[in-house]
């Protein structure tokens, strides 16, 4: 069956679009994430600190507004299943940390932690102003929001079903389980995640639980509540190396 979210979308912008996405169904699914990772090369380049805020708060809503643009050809995001996701996303998330710390320690782990003149810390740099308040809001509202939507809909909607059939993708349903798919799309995490072994291993929890509940909404929700918890742990400890 054919995803839903590419037949029969009436876009509030133009009939050009829509027979673009008819020919490129990837477009939608891939151009938020790669908005993101543009404007977050856009960090990497911009070496002032000072630019910091500004930067991340142009990347959030600068792939917000590129996911919102192509929401009407996305497939149904399906039920929340809160009960499920709120859980796994605090155990995700005591996973990341307390995982990466073991990783960590260990003689033979790389790459070498971050000293602490590259971390960035928001109440050095910001003090204690509403500057700080309102990089804080979104940097963890973002996190907690925006990136899953991305995310997901990259990862779980696209890739584990690219990953399996590259020339129709998009009429396999959604969770549908190969083991290349599964390890490919976990291991790619790695590319991502500066804590790439808690990256892999916390892709393969979600796409378990993508694969049993095969709700994209059920994921976000997950992968927000992960994301929350973590930052919310990074602000109370200053463990920036999680930032």
Request: proline residues 7%.
């Amino acid at each position: 069956m054919d995803d839903p979210g590419l037949s029969g979308v009436t876009h509030p912008t133009s009939a050009r679009l829509a027979r673009l996405v008819e020919h490129y169904p990837h477009l939608p699914y891939v151009a938020p994430m790669v908005t993101f990772l543009l404007l977050m090369a856009l960090q990497s380049v911009v070496t002032d600190k000072a630019w910091f805020p500004a930067l991340y708060a142009l990347r959030t809503f600068g792939a917000l507004a590129v996911w919102c643009y192509f929401r009407p050809f996305y497939p149904p995001l399906g039920r929340m299943w809160l009960a499920i996701a709120v859980p796994a996303g605090l155990i995700a998330a005591y996973g990341w940390v307390t995982i990466h710390h073991w990783f960590a320690a260990q003689p033979w782990y790389w790459p070498e932690a971050p000293s602490v003149t590259e971390l960035y810390n928001p109440f050095e740099r910001l003090g204690d102003g509403w500057k700080l308040w309102t990089f804080l809001a979104i940097r963890i509202g973002g996190a907690a929001t925006v990136v899953p939507m991305i995310e997901e809909i990259f990862w779980r909607a696209f890739v584990l079903r690219a990953l399996i059939d590259w020339d129709r993708w998009e009429k396999l349903p959604l969770g549908q389980f190969t083991w290349p798919s599964f390890l490919i799309c976990s291991a790619a995490s790695a590319l991502q995640h500066p804590q790439w072994e808690v990256g892999i291993l916390c892709w393969m929890f979600y796409n378990a639980l993508f694969y049993w509940k095969k709700s994209l909404l059920c994921l976000m929700i997950t992968h927000g509540v992960t994301n929350l918890a973590l930052y919310i742990y990074v602000v109370i400890y200053r463990e920036w190396v999680f930032w």
